[in-house]
């Protein structure tokens, strides 16, 4: 079975500060993993997922993130973040013929002014 | 349609009582996935379909909780003889193969439907 673990539940940050969101997992196959992001009010959205090749994956609005295989990491960061990025973001995980997303608990993201 | 589209967006029933709630996945997708979503937590998975056959129920938490998706479309998530514990926000989500590789396709979410069970 797969778990994720997010390692901060809240996690408050000036604006054009720079910003990492933590997401360790476990799992005793390959993965596949996945951001998304809950603005309020709104459905869950993907930001960005890895899948093979490359481990630094760019996505939407300015994100990246990079799965470290060895440290069974798969942490976001975003340089500069805005007012508009305050949200809640999900990190989760899936595997190969497995049409399941586990989720991690969430982060809310609080950019003050 | 252009998203997922779930309704009721907002429910509040009275405990014992049968709550239906519906789903309306994009237009085209195959797969179509429920998971519930506890004050503070992240989603967790209830079940899926490809088309119409439902492949995987392991995550529904007991007997009270079923889904159909008859015609491999719109698709019902019933709640019967709801508890308190039933309350929740239950997202739908579908993504559009169904594959050998399914693990890694996009799935897309929609808006929610909150249950409070009073």
């Known amino acids: 079975a797969q778990s994720v673990t997010q390692l901060d539940s809240q996690v408050p940050v000036f604006e054009e500060a720079p910003v990492e969101l933590r997401c360790n997992y476990s799992?005793?196959?390959?993965?596949?993993l996945f951001w998304y992001v809950q603005y309020p009010n709104q459905g869950l959205q993907l930001l960005l997922k890895?899948?093979?090749?490359?481990?630094l994956v760019k996505g939407i609005n300015g994100f990246e993130a990079e799965f470290n295989k060895s440290q069974t990491s798969f942490h976001l960061r975003k340089p500069s973040v805005h007012i508009s990025d305050t949200a809640e973001y999900f990190c989760?995980?899936?595997?190969?013929?497995?049409?399941?997303?586990?989720f991690g608990q969430g982060t809310r993201l609080t950019i003050n002014p | 349609g252009a998203g997922v589209s779930q309704s009721p967006r907002y429910k509040v029933t009275k405990r014992g009582q049968d709550v239906a709630l519906r789903c309306d996945p994009i237009?085209?997708?195959?797969?179509l996935y429920w998971y519930r979503q506890a004050l503070g937590q992240g989603p967790e998975f209830l079940t899926y379909?490809?088309?119409?056959?439902?492949?995987?129920k392991s995550g529904l938490p007991n007997d009270r909780f079923s889904a159909e998706r008859p015609e491999g479309s719109i698709s019902t998530l019933t709640i019967q003889r709801t508890e308190q514990r039933d309350s929740a926000m239950y997202r739908c989500?579908?993504?559009?193969?169904?594959?050998?590789?399914?693990?890694?396709?996009?799935?897309?979410f929609g808006e929610g439907s909150w249950l409070t069970v009073v």
């Open positions: 989500a579908s993504s559009l193969v169904a594959n050998r590789d399914s693990g890694g396709n996009t799935i897309y």
């Open positions: 799992s005793s196959v390959s993965v596949y």
């Open positions: 890895y899948l093979s090749g490359s481990t």
């Open positions: 989760a995980v899936s595997v190969k013929g497995a049409q399941k997303l586990v």
């Open positions: 237009s085209g997708h195959v797969s």
């Open positions: 379909f490809n088309y119409e056959a439902q492949q995987d």
